[in-house]
């Protein structure tokens, strides 16, 4: 044989008895096999959300969505927790309300720490040369100022007002995302990067800084805008402005004007208010002012919208009301509600829109100047001057109004709910003669003194700052000024925000979307002016709005912010307590 051969045989024969020893063990497995890894449901735990109906999120966790959600009325997904990340897995939030009503997603908690991906909301609003239709009232919307919330990957369509608005708050971003017919704004968010927004009403895209993204109106005229009025030296950044097929014009891109130069716009109402009332401007979910106020005529209470070009006034209350003080917000599924003070009964009563009439509640008896603001859950509450003179709370359990004492004698609540979902007043202690801000801390009410160089009248008007932190607008009778305070830690830190004349009357705080601190307040001495008082990062500057000739102008001022970030004012003006509205806008009318 040849040597190859020999070398194979050889082999062959060693390896052979090796195979024959090892068909003799055990066939059979020992045991199913071990687990090598972990779960996907082990590393994230994640509770699964089925579809059909709405759903409302009150725990902190990871959820995923199972299925479509289709509504007819309200929101389709309710968080109400902070700590909150929503996959939406793909599925569609869809609704057919009408006229529109709800959110696709609403953040109405805190609004800390929340992420939305992966999914889809669908309305019915259309546009044939005006925005028709309903479903929702926006896709992602929010009740609280969202801090730390991100969006990403998230479709929105045929919605009545916004798109995707998580306010103008730095910590917030919106990646991805595309939204297609919007009646007032697209997108807004500190960060907006890789998004689209088209066929919207006022405003296609709004960050602080946007990136690689598109943004038109419904007429075809490109709208990306920073949250400032001017994108240019104002740390606002747009890295690459798509704007094909549009017709660019010095609306929202190109103002060289820094936000104090721009005019206001002043347009009659075309209604007198009552001698002992004041006003309540909001913003509605539609993006344009609302306005309740005491009737100069009837002396009942009136809501006033402002309809393209004509203000539409309806009453809330019927005869034999004489309504003071009202206080008006809009609930969270977008309708209008106002408590105020019936002189004529000595009562503190609550009015609410329900889509077709107006509902009347009796809160307390007594009830002076009360502040209405709405908890984390959805319910009325209302801070107020009981018959007694003791400030009081009190907030609707689904049932029963349930009212609680929280200090003594003292005048001008003013109501919001701190970032962790509990209630805060700031008023005027008539027996420290202080300022005062108490704060419920989930069992009893916890008071302190914020200014004691204040008198009766000081009329402090709270908010929240995008960090979370209470500030407090008041006038300082003792040098007659407006005064400005926020709390540091554990530290009330007091400033003048302005000092001309005697200035800060009536007193109305609330903060840009740039996120500081601004003021309408009225001036007495000079006219009675209405000033218009903004913080620019560095110091406080004041304008005049109505810088006319008519006695006692500016009275009874109230602010807010619309959609495209800027100041607007409710005001009387005149010794016939004519009803004005002021905007500060680039164009020729509000």
Not at 45 to 68: D, K, M
Not at 233 to 242: F, P, W, Y
Request: net charge neutral; charged share 10%.
């Amino acid at each position: 044989m040849s040597f190859p051969r020999l070398i194979f045989t050889v082999l062959a024969g060693v390896l052979l008895p090796t195979v024959v020893l090892h068909a003799q063990g055990a066939l059979t497995p020992p045991g199913a096999p071990a687990p090598t890894m972990k779960t996907l449901a082990q590393i994230e735990p994640r509770v699964a959300i089925p579809g059909g109906a709405a759903y409302v999120i009150n725990q902190p966790g990871s959820y995923v969505l199972t299925g479509n959600i289709a509504v007819i009325s309200g929101n389709a997904i309710t968080i109400q927790s902070e700590n909150v990340t929503l996959d939406l897995g793909g599925f569609t939030l869809s609704s057919t309300a009408s006229p529109a009503s709800g959110f696709g997603v609403a953040l109405a908690g805190p609004n800390i720490h929340i992420r939305i991906f992966n999914g889809h909301i669908r309305g019915t609003t259309a546009y044939g040369g005006t925005f028709t239709g309903g479903g929702f009232v926006s896709g992602i919307d929010y009740s609280n100022q969202p801090l730390n919330v991100h969006v990403r990957d998230v479709s929105v369509s045929g919605v009545a007002s916004y798109g995707i608005d998580l306010g103008g708050h730095p910590s917030t971003s919106v990646t991805g995302g595309t939204v297609r017919i919007a009646g007032v704004l697209g997108i807004r968010a500190g960060v907006v990067n890789d998004s689209a927004a088209i066929v919207t009403g006022s405003t296609g895209i709004s960050g602080t800084t946007v990136g690689n993204s598109v943004g038109t109106l419904a007429t075809g005229v490109a709208s990306v805008n920073s949250s400032q009025p001017t994108l240019a030296n104002l740390g606002a950044t747009i890295t690459s402005l798509q704007a094909e097929n549009s017709q660019i014009k010095n609306l929202l891109l190109n103002f060289s004007q820094s936000a104090g130069a721009l005019p206001w716009r002043v347009v009659p109402v075309g209604a007198t208010v009552g001698a002992y009332s004041d006003l309540s401007l909001a913003i509605t979910p539609g993006g344009g002012p609302a306005i309740a106020f005491q009737d100069g005529v009837s002396s009942g209470i009136r809501y006033a919208i402002l309809n393209g070009s004509t203000w539409q006034i309806t009453p809330a209350t019927g005869a034999g009301v004489s309504g003071r003080y009202p206080s008006l917000k809009f609930t969270p599924g977008g309708q209008p509600a106002i408590a105020f003070w019936d002189n004529a009964n000595i009562q503190l009563r609550y009015v609410f829109y329900t889509g077709s009439v107006w509902q009347s509640a009796l809160v307390d008896g007594g009830g002076i100047t009360p502040s209405l603001a709405f908890t984390p859950a959805g319910q009325p509450a209302i801070a107020h001057r009981a018959s007694n003179n003791h400030l009081r709370y009190a907030v609707f359990n689904g049932t029963t109004w349930q009212l609680t004492t929280v200090n003594g004698a003292s005048e001008d609540p003013s109501l919001g709910f701190t970032s962790g979902g509990q209630p805060a007043i700031a008023y005027y202690d008539v027996t420290t003669t202080s300022v005062g801000y108490a704060v419920f801390n989930g069992a009893s009410w916890q008071l302190t003194t914020v200014d004691d160089a204040v008198s009766s009248g000081c009329q402090p008007s709270l908010a929240f700052t995008p960090g979370g932190q209470p500030a407090i607008a008041y006038f300082k009778s003792t040098g007659g000024d407006l005064g400005y305070a926020v709390l540091n830690g554990t530290t009330w830190e007091l400033s003048i925000a302005a000092s001309e004349g005697t200035v800060g009357l009536a007193p109305s705080l609330k903060f840009t979307p740039g996120g500081q601190p601004a003021i309408a307040c009225k001036r007495s001495g000079d006219g009675s002016p209405l000033c218009y008082v903004s913080f620019n990062g560095a110091t406080w500057q004041t304008s005049v709005v109505a810088p006319d000739s008519i006695s006692d102008s500016g009275s009874a001022p109230a602010l807010a912010f619309t959609p495209d970030g800027q100041p607007a004012i409710a005001y009387t003006d005149g010794s016939a307590r004519n009803l004005r509205y002021a905007v500060r806008s680039p164009f020729a009318t509000p």
